[in-house]
């Protein structure tokens, strides 16, 4: 058997509870926003510590529709990093605006905030920060650019549920947070979702309006809006799920405890955590030179790995044409990094197994 993860391990290990809620969905005959997505969203919103959290269809969708929830649209610049799922820039351009990417800092792989104010311009509006792998990005920092220069923070949360920075959850910092409900996230459903969050009436109202056609009343549009609806299938599922991710983050901090401590002796970069945050670990990821060797080693071994991400978005042939500054930090470590198996079913057993197989390989 190959170790990788597997959602469906999620699903059996809350089986009983999912079904019923499943079950109770199909007889209760509403399936598009009804109760259950009613009390997810006030669920997930006392959960973040945030007044307001709006469900969608996806954690792109989540992006998009809080960047139109600001008027940013063709023309205008939105800062991030290339290093990133390309969701993140994905989002950016289907609202027509324009992608600026600055680098990573090499220690934690979020925004490098020294590189931020190097590409304001008059044209920009906000800054996407991305909580990638499961590590706050630096958000205070951020936030004191982004008041001098009067921009929007829109926090990519979608690696990084129950995360905490500064004793604050992130996705309750920024302007609005952003997630994804993608089944191999930290709260994953079994198909897509998403949800923003934001402690501004204005701001959730507008979102509301936005994901379902412009309507306050059926039918009836008082804006362009469009249709990015987290279900009500999905919203039962993460309900039950929510309840336990404190329990499955604090299983993923054990496994990256164990990877800590029976790695730290190799030539390998394991990961680091910010000071004064949680890290979440949706991702465990390590840096050698050595990575594609030792990949195709540990897959001898059967256990399956991963790259998050090999190709930055600014080379990919999508987005080539939008230009960036020097990003050194982010190039190089697309050929280092690899992620190793990270889920909270994952046994100790099979973590030692894990840690043991790299040992064999001469890193």
């Excluded at 104010?117 to 630096?138: D, F, M, R, S």
């Excluded at 499955?248 to 910010?274: C, F, M, Q, S, V």
């Amino acid at each position: 058997m190959i170790l990788c993860s597997n959602p469906k391990e999620s699903y059996l290990a809350y089986q009983m509870e999912i079904d019923k809620a499943v079950i109770n969905v199909l007889n209760e005959g509403r399936y598009i926003l009804g109760n259950e997505v009613k009390s997810f969203e006030e669920e997930f919103a006392s959960y973040i510590g945030v007044k307001y959290a709006i469900g969608v269809g996806s954690g792109t969708e989540a992006l998009y529709i809080a960047l139109k929830a600001y008027d940013i649209g063709s023309g205008d610049e939105v800062i991030t990093v290339s290093h990133t799922a390309v969701a993140t820039v994905a989002a950016i351009r289907q609202c027509g605006a324009i992608p600026v990417f600055v680098d990573i800092e090499p220690d934690y792989y979020t925004i490098d905030v020294s590189a931020i104010e190097k590409v304001i311009t008059k044209k920009t509006k906000a800054i996407i920060a991305i909580n990638l792998y499961g590590q706050p990005a630096e958000i205070a920092s951020i936030i004191k650019i982004a008041n001098q220069h009067n921009l929007r923070i829109i926090e990519d949360c979608a690696q990084a549920h129950g995360a905490v920075f500064n004793g604050k959850k992130v996705g309750s910092i920024g302007d609005v947070g952003c997630f994804s409900f993608y089944p191999t996230k930290n709260l994953g459903g079994v198909g897509d979702g998403g949800i923003i969050t934001t402690n501004n009436e204005d701001t959730a109202k507008k979102i509301k309006l936005l994901r379902e056609y412009g309507w306050q009343e059926r039918y009836i549009s008082y804006i362009q809006g469009h249709n990015s609806r987290l279900d009500e299938m999905q919203a039962a599922i993460l309900r039950i799920k929510l309840k336990y991710l404190d329990k499955d983050n604090n299983r993923r901090k054990e496994i990256a405890a164990k990877y800590n401590n029976g790695l730290k002796e190799l030539d390998i970069y394991l990961p680091k955590i910010r000071i004064g945050s949680s890290h979440v670990y949706h991702l465990y990821v390590i840096r050698t030179k050595k990575r594609n060797e030792l990949k195709d080693f540990l897959l001898a071994n059967n256990i399956m790995t991963l790259i998050h991400y090999p190709v930055p978005v600014h080379l990919q042939p999508a987005y080539k044409e939008y230009s960036a500054a020097a990003l050194e930090v982010t190039e190089k470590i697309t050929e280092e990094i690899l992620s190793l198996p990270m889920y909270p079913e994952l046994s100790d057993e099979s973590v030692k197994y894990i840690i043991e197989t790299i040992k064999k390989f001469k890193v």
